[in-house]
């Protein structure tokens, strides 16, 4: 499965448009990663729980827009965009990718 973030695959003739796919992932935060990031944000550096969090969540978002894809027969997907937002109190992260669903040659 191709991803990529252009509109087109270079080498690659887009031959069908299947439809727009997302893949979107709800993570949870829980207490350790909330005081370890806190101790980060006072001492300064960065916040190594947070980031895996991030890194996990928006490579399972891609893995199930992916998926989507795969099952409507695409065997790429352009245009992808990937959003975060913040859930609830701060403790809820959502990541969405989304894309268009092709057939390449």
Known sequence: ???????????????????IV???VVSGVNFIKDFA???????????????GELIEAREAAIREMSQRAMSIGANAV??????YEVLGQ????MVTASGT???VE
């Open 37 to 51: 990031a806190g101790l980060a944000n006072f001492f300064g550096g960065r916040s190594g729980s947070y980031e």
């Open 78 to 83: 352009v245009g992808v965009d990937i959003d």
């Open 101 to 103: 669903a092709v057939v």
């Open 1 to 19: 499965m191709i991803v990529t973030t252009t509109p087109n695959i270079e080498g690659k003739r887009i031959v069908a448009y299947k439809g």
């Open 90 to 93: 701060g403790n809820m992260l």
């Open 22 to 24: 997302f893949g979107e």
